[in-house]
């Protein structure tokens, strides 16, 4: 520093250095964070997360559509494959890459056959790795989550 409190040129540029330096590290510890992790899970048709429904996710639109909405199809069953009828599925999601949810409120109803639902509302405005999380809940109060991994 000069005796006017003035930087030189050479320690301006040092301290540029070091600022970007340190900003470029906390942006690699940032998206290591919340990076996809490898080996993701892709499958749609698994056990929830303690075992009390199996859960089979698909798309009614294939490819699954990007910008649009759509709807998904849920078979929900017991572990040994007899349809759950009646139960309550709350739904969520979002990136987990970008920290936002989804851009749409889905709703889950239940469809004509038993164990069968639908999921009206679905949109991915933007492709990546999304999440899509159930809450599932029986009139018997049995509960249970899964949350389904879609890359798009």
């Known amino acids: 520093m000069s005796t006017y409190g003035y930087s030189s040129p050479g320690q301006l540029a ?7 330096l340190a900003a470029l590290a906390g942006a690699v510890v940032a998206a290591s964070a919340c990076a996809r992790p ?3 899970d892709l499958s749609r048709d ?9 859960v089979a996710l698909s798309s009614r639109a294939t490819p699954i559509p990007l910008f649009r909405t759509h709807s998904w199809s849920v078979r929900l069953t017991t572990p040994r494959g007899d349809p759950v009828s009646g139960a309550s599925l709350a739904i969520d999601g979002g990136m987990p890459e970008h ?30 790795w999304w999440n899509i999380r159930l809450a599932i ?14 890359v798009l």
């Open 38 to 40: 490898a080996g993701l």
């Open 14 to 20: 040092r301290r540029r250095l070091i600022l970007g």
């Open 137 to 150: 809940t029986t009139p018997e109060g049995l509960s249970d989550t899964i949350t389904f991994n879609v």
């Open 99 to 128: 920290h936002h949810g989804l851009p749409t409120s889905p709703k889950v109803v239940a469809d004509s056959s038993p164990g069968d639902y639908v999921v009206n509302g679905m949109k991915f405005s933007m492709p990546g």
């Open 46 to 54: 698994r056990l929830s997360d303690h075992g009390v429904f199996r």
